[in-house]
């Protein structure tokens, strides 16, 4: 399940009504949590192992990413990446004996990037500029990160609008990449992929950069 939840304070911990709908999942990704390192700490949701990177530059941004006990004992935290300013994200590996992925783990990325006019990135810099850093980051870390044994799963708010274009990759030189050991895809689960259906039908330029790493990565967009 994921949620962006513009302030994740004490009080929407605790109400029952919050609870009541995290509790009907076993993992639970938030975005915007607006949390300190202090708060996040403190912030606990029973039968969950909370994970979090919070934002130390001012108030905003950051994720969480809660998991019920049963669970956790098979996740490892791979990476905290606050690297680029008003970017959080949080990368976990969820071991193959928790999941039914004929026994791949799972390497899961919560993301929250600001959005690409926020104030938290340098003044006057295009906006084509800032998509590169945000989304360069986030391709370096998959590369480094991913396993042979992994399935990448990336979630969370990106602020990108993509409208109706393609996320598909060239198939054919990912096919070419494969026979040359430059890389592993599932070709055959692309080609069958269903073209995607958007209603927002605006683009930006995180949008652009989202669907150029999905093209680069093997990555297909699943919401839309």
Request: hydrophobic content about 40%; charged content about 25%.
């Amino acid at each position: 399940m994921l949620l962006n939840v513009r302030n994740l304070g004490s009080d929407k911990v605790k109400s029952s009504e919050l609870s009541a709908l995290l509790a009907k999942h076993d993992i639970i990704a938030l975005t915007e949590t607006h949390l300190s390192s202090f708060q996040a700490h403190d912030t606990r949701l029973a039968g969950y192992k909370h994970f979090f990177v919070t934002r130390s530059e001012r108030k905003g941004g950051g994720v969480s990413l809660l998991i019920k006990d049963a669970l956790a004992r098979h996740v490892s935290v791979v990476r905290e990446c606050t690297a680029v300013m008003g970017n959080e994200i949080l990368w976990v590996r969820i071991n193959h004996a928790a999941l039914d992925l004929g026994g791949k783990n799972l390497l899961l990325a919560l993301c929250y990037c600001s959005p690409c006019d926020s104030g938290m990135y340098p003044k006057r810099q295009k906006a084509e500029t800032t998509a590169q850093q945000v989304f360069e980051n986030i391709s370096s870390s998959l590369d480094e990160l991913r396993g042979g044994n992994d399935i990448a799963m990336l979630l969370g708010d990106f602020n990108a609008r993509t409208g109706s274009l393609s996320d598909l990759p060239d198939l054919e030189l990912l096919e070419g990449l494969q026979r040359e050991g430059l890389g592993s895809f599932d070709v055959n689960g692309l080609m069958q992929a269903p073209l995607r259906r958007n209603e927002d039908i605006e683009i930006n330029a995180f949008g652009r950069a989202l669907l150029q790493m999905c093209m680069d990565k093997g990555l297909l967009i699943l919401n839309g």
